[in-house]
């Protein structure tokens, strides 16, 4: 079964502009991760975010972790074509074990 | 490091006959990990891999479904007798102990029954 939802299912974006998708969670959580998927492809680690971490940078990418609330949200910004893709929180309960995925913000950057 | 490897990239069956998939995960990774995955939804847990050893299976492996990783290296999954709700994506990901749970994904394979 899924972890959680993300919000929003589909985003449709001009090049430049910023992307912001968010994930909800059910359970307490080790980590947490974003991944990408290109279209029949596999995934792609972009970002892991710790429990005890509040804030998280990579490059383009900004990640927050909300626990309270059992939120999560990622942040694109200036967006590329590139980026068109679909975007997957996964969280884990111990390092080690399985993951579990939220159902995917679709994102298409329109040149 | 040439990634994780997947076996064949697309495989179409009849309702009924078996299937079986190899994963070959990066090489020094110890944990392997299979999911599925249907359209327009996000990877769902089969069953996890440290070293040689089955940890965990998940309630979606029925008893038509077997994983294996018998020297500790590459995987097989099989299904046996398949249905028409088998088709989707069976996708294989590796990760080394000690760096955070991060998983390295396959490109996937994808199952049609017909």
């Known amino acids: 079964s899924q972890q959680g939802e993300e919000d929003p299912q589909a985003l449709s974006i001009q090049e430049g502009e910023n992307a912001t998708m968010n994930c909800s969670y059910k359970?307490?959580?080790?980590?947490l991760q974003w991944y990408r998927q290109n279209s029949g492809r596999g995934l792609v680690h972009l970002i892991l975010?710790?429990?005890?971490?509040r804030e998280k940078h990579s490059g383009r990418l900004r990640v927050t972790l909300d626990t309270s609330k059992k939120s999560s949200s990622l942040l694109i910004t200036a967006s590329r074509a590139a980026d068109t893709a679909s975007y997957f929180c996964a969280t884990d309960g111990a390092a080690g074990n399985k993951l579990t995925f939220g159902g995917g913000t679709r994102v298409l950057v329109k040149p | 490091d040439t990634g994780v490897s997947q076996n064949p990239r697309h495989k179409i069956t009849k309702r009924g006959q078996n299937v079986t998939f190899r994963c070959d995960p990066i090489?020094?990774?110890?944990?392997l990990y299979w999911y599925r995955q249907t359209l327009g939804q996000g990877p769902e847990f089969l069953t996890y891999f440290q070293n040689e050893a089955q940890l965990e299976k998940s309630r979606l492996l029925s008893d038509r479904f077997s994983a294996e990783r018998p020297k500790g290296s590459f995987s097989t999954l099989e299904i046996q007798r398949t249905e028409q709700g088998d088709s989707a994506m069976y996708l294989c990901?590796?990760?080394?102990?000690?760096?955070?749970?991060?998983?390295?994904f396959g490109a996937g394979t994808r199952l049609s029954v017909l």
């Open positions: 359970t307490s959580i080790n980590n």
């Open positions: 090489s020094e990774h110890n944990r």
């Open positions: 975010i710790r429990s005890n971490e």
């Open positions: 990901a590796s990760s080394l102990a000690g760096q955070g749970n991060i998983q390295y």
